[in-house]
């Protein structure tokens, strides 16, 4: 089969969806790409298992090789879990990733839905009811709010009005994930909302034992009140 003829069945099939279970929270990754290299590949290999829900390649301009690249998604793919990326939806017409999360709603949009057919989409809302509600008109399948505490890693997002979550919960039926200076220590604190799971990024692939981390997130987030 031609490359190109290739890379166009990968840019409209979808191969995974994220498992949204309503009895257990999970953990959604998401890699730094301007420090992830060669020698964090095992790595990633050894922390992912069912407690992950979904992989996400953040934003770079300093994306890794191709080499690398196609070797995340192998490893992501092989444990069944959904790897997106990061705006960059055009790169879905080379690599087999499974979506794609959008900081702020694409300017052309209409285009870009007509390019993610089957695809896993995201978007990132912090206080603006507006996200909210183009988010549920198009079936967007997940929001993100972000941020929950304060960050040293957050140069973006400003605090999320919890008012804002609990006006979500009640009027609408998307699945969000909760992110931003979550730590396990202070997960208790998200007691009041029925969220879908955490992002976490920072100092994950730097720690010694990241399985370890996303274990201990993990149990954080599913103790029974």
Known sequence: MPIGLYSLNLWKMAYRKINFNTERKGVYIILDMRTFTATALRKLNHLLSNQVIAVQLWDSDNMPSHNILESIIEIVHRHTIPILINNKYELMRNYDFDGVHFDDIPPNWEYVKSQLTHKIVGV???????????ANDQQIDYLSFCSMFPSENNTRCVLVDRALIKNVQQHYAIPFFLAGGIKPHNINLLEEINYAGI?????????????EVINTYYQALNIKP
Request: glycine share 4%.
């Open 124 to 134: 990132t809302c912090t206080n603006d009811m507006d996200i909210v509600q183009w």
């Open 199 to 211: 992002a976490i990024v920072s100092g994950l692939m730097s720690a010694e034992n990241p399985k």
